[in-house]
């Protein structure tokens, strides 16, 4: 049913569940599995300097994440496609999962207090409400 799997993964308890299923349902399918993290870029940075910072610390988070969930993935015999991805996490995502022609989005679910939502809307919601293929949201 299913070919092309993305997981949107930032590190959170949260991502890391929907990994797991999604490691699940790819080896089910025997689907390509792609894990997509957004290095988000800071809305005004002050300085050059603060913008590579502020990439370096990405680059060794992600690095660190990657290394976990590539070790999960050959312990479940499936191969995972680790990507990094500059931008803001909704726009970012949604454009990998067209650029990959995913037909399943596999995301976290990040509760939020309900003014929160009304007010800045949630991640999640808003790939739900944007992307281009099934998604699975996993608590």
Do not use: W
Not at 48 to 56: A, P
Not at 76 to 102: D, L, W
Not at 116 to 132: C, F, K, M, Q
């Amino acid at each position: 049913m299913f070919e092309r799997i993305a997981i949107a993964h930032d590190g959170s308890d949260g991502a890391a569940s929907a990994f797991a299923t999604a490691l699940d349902l790819a080896k089910r399918h025997k689907a390509r599995l792609f894990m997509v993290s957004v290095e988000e870029l800071p809305r005004f940075p002050t300085t050059v300097d603060e913008v590579v910072e502020d990439r370096d610390e990405a680059d060794h988070r992600f690095a660190r994440l990657i290394g976990i969930c590539e070790a999960q993935a050959r312990m479940k015999r499936v191969k995972v496609e680790p990507h990094v991805v500059p931008g803001h996490a909704v726009t970012s995502i949604v454009e990998f999962v067209e650029r990959n022609q995913c037909d399943l989005l596999v995301v976290g679910f990040m509760g939020h207090s309900a003014l929160y939502n009304r007010l800045i809307g949630g991640t999640t919601d808003r790939l739900v409400e944007l992307a281009p293929c099934a998604v699975l949201v996993v608590k």
